[in-house]
């Protein structure tokens, strides 16, 4: 499987962007899928999770109320539509998937959250908030 993460760019604090996530496979459908970030000097951390049909959703506290993931199954893509943009939320953006994430989805509460959970990874994009 690969992905291929876009989107990214530069933004004033407030603002929005919208990343994209399109994978290579017909099974995409099959997986469970996430984004991830890494800001500079930091470890990669987890922002948002999705289930195999989109009906269920999972972020981090620290995006909460202002980062949207969604998926469109037909079109092999998932997206995160993040807005009120603040200077911590630069960093590069990575999409992952795991079958086994949306497999057993609800049973894998705190695994999900966790980067080695997951199989595959996109390349990143870059987000930068300015002040």
């Known amino acids: 499987v690969q992905l291929q993460a876009s989107g990214g760019g530069l933004v004033q604090a407030g603002g929005s962007l919208r990343l994209s996530c399109a994978a290579s496979?017909?099974?995409?459908?099959?997986?469970?899928m996430a984004w991830f970030r890494r800001a500079p000097g930091k470890e990669r951390e987890f922002v948002s999770v999705?289930?195999?049909?989109?009906?269920?959703?999972f972020y981090a506290d620290s995006v909460e109320g202002r980062f949207i993931v969604s998926r469109d199954n037909a079109k092999n893509t998932m997206y995160l539509q993040m807005n009120n943009l603040k200077p911590e939320d630069t960093a590069v953006y990575y999409c992952?998937?795991?079958?086994?994430?949306?497999?057993?989805?609800?049973?894998?509460?705190?695994?999900?959250?966790?980067?080695?959970?997951?199989?595959?990874w996109g390349q990143g994009t870059l987000v930068t908030v300015s002040s």
């Open positions: 992952a998937a795991d079958r086994e994430v949306g497999r057993y989805f609800s049973a894998l509460y705190y695994r999900r959250q966790h980067p080695d959970e997951y199989d595959y």
């Open positions: 496979t017909d099974t995409f459908k099959l997986y469970g």
């Open positions: 999705i289930s195999v049909g989109g009906g269920s959703t």
